[in-house]
């Protein structure tokens, strides 16, 4: 059985997803994540790094929704998120981490501002504010995504990363 901390904990983690704040997830809320990850980078959406983050936004879409959209009317509610989390995604989170990398991986792209394959770890942090963290939060979380302690966070980091913050119970 599933702990009620480890549902609500979840739960939490939906607003990270609501970005308009509607009380549900939807296509325009992964179109919004990106639309505001171009504007920080002064990307352009017509780009090569623009277009494949709107397609890593869909895909991430697509497969969130194939998962919690239990009623099929295209958008997610706060229950379904968590039900769709905790009962589907708790046992192999490495599922959710494939679900997420095609818009993980543009998002990198994109804070990967020298094209180096990698963002820094300043860049990282933008990223997370943008997404919805906190200051302290995002810092402390990009720091600890370095690893390696090289000032530069890759998308082998930020894959597993993500998909414990929203499947692991500790």
């Known amino acids: 059985m599933v ?3 480890y549902e ?3 739960a939490a983690r939906f607003a990270v997803f609501d970005q308009d ?3 549900y997830i939807d296509r325009a809320d992964f179109g919004v994540a990106a639309k505001s ?3 920080e980078f002064g990307t352009a959406a017509r780009s090569d790094k623009g277009q494949a983050l709107y397609a890593g936004a869909e895909a991430f879409w697509q497969g969130m929704a194939g998962i919690a959209d239990r009623d099929g009317d295209q958008r997610i509610t706060r229950e379904e998120f968590v039900d769709g989390a905790v009962k589907r995604l708790r046992d192999n989170p490495d599922r959710f ?3 997420a990398r095609p818009f993980l991986h543009a998002a990198l ?3 990967d501002t020298d094209d180096d394959g990698s963002a820094t770890v300043d860049d990282t942090a933008r990223v997370l504010r943008v997404l919805g963290a906190g200051e302290d939060a995002a810092r402390a979380v990009a720091a600890a ?3 390696d302690g090289d000032g530069v966070v890759a998308e082998a980091d930020i894959v597993p990363a993500f998909a414990r ?3 692991v119970t500790e």
């Open 165 to 167: 913050y929203f499947t």
């Open 97 to 99: 981490a494939e679900i």
């Open 37 to 39: 990850l171009l504007a």
């Open 3 to 5: 702990s009620s901390d």
């Open 21 to 23: 704040g509607n009380g």
């Open 8 to 10: 609500r904990r979840i």
């Open 109 to 111: 792209s994109v804070a």
């Open 145 to 147: 995504l370095d690893t």
